[in-house]
């Protein structure tokens, strides 16, 4: 079956570059939500989208934006990076605002040297 | 606000021996309760869900979770431990307030010894 896409699975970026990580959904899902997880932390809600639009917004800098596409994919855009930028970044996928399962890619893992 | 917490920061136990991985909520509204599993480096593997229903969920990998909503708890549990499930498990609770978005406890290390 197939399952959540993210590209790049690991990312090397230097202080106060920009990055972009993508996230393509399970197909037929409309809902895509971003988690960050810094080093021995739980996952932390940034953003998500329904339909291309903005659903709700956690602890997501200013420096960071996102957007969700026609084909549902989204991409989360992250500039002027800092140190602790460095995280592993997850999307999950989902069919509409309810309860069911949201299903976790495996994560691009964002090094800031 | 919803949100759940994992007392312990580590477990362990010997492999063949039962397990639980402790869990409590705190929601407004009906519990929407998960578990998974993550280990190094990967990503998050879901273990089971409750929604509604029997309060003993049976999920993945010989995992069962009993939601105890006297207790407001939702315990993790196998009857015995392989030294393959040592990993970070980490609970986790529906924000259906907000978007429905997960909430994660800070996670629990498994240590399981052979």
């Known amino acids: 079956a197939a399952g959540v896409i993210q590209s790049p699975r690991h990312l090397i970026k230097e202080k106060r570059e920009t990055a972009t990580l993508k996230c393509y959904p399970i197909p037929r899902h409309d809902t895509v939500y971003w988690y960050q997880q810094g080093p021995g932390q739980d996952p932390q809600f940034l953003i998500s989208?329904?339909?291309?639009?903005?659903?709700d917004k956690g602890s997501i800098p200013d420096r960071f934006s996102a957007q969700q596409f026609s084909d549902y994919h989204s991409e989360l855009n992250m500039s002027s990076l800092e140190l602790g930028d460095s995280a592993l970044y997850f999307c999950?996928?989902?069919?509409?605002?309810?309860?069911?399962?949201?299903?976790f890619g495996p994560g691009t893992r964002l090094t800031v040297l | 606000a919803q949100s759940v917490a994992q007392p312990e920061d580590q477990v362990n136990v010997a492999e063949g021996n039962p397990l639980t991985v402790k869990c409590t909520y705190s929601?407004?509204?009906?519990?929407?309760l998960f578990w998974y599993v993550q280990y190094p480096n990967r990503g998050l593997q879901f273990l089971l869900k409750y929604i509604t229903g029997d309060n003993l969920v049976k999920g993945s990998y010989g995992f069962e979770a009993e939601f105890n909503k006297s207790q407001t708890s939702f315990h993790l549990k196998k009857p015995s431990a392989l030294v393959s499930d040592s990993a970070l498990y980490f609970c986790a609770v529906r924000d259906i307030g907000g978007g429905f978005k997960t909430i994660f406890g800070a996670g629990t290390r498994l240590f399981v010894k052979a």
């Open positions: 999950a996928t989902t069919v509409g605002t309810s309860i069911n399962e949201q299903f």
């Open positions: 989208f329904y339909e291309k639009m903005q659903s």
């Open positions: 929601v407004s509204g009906n519990p929407y």
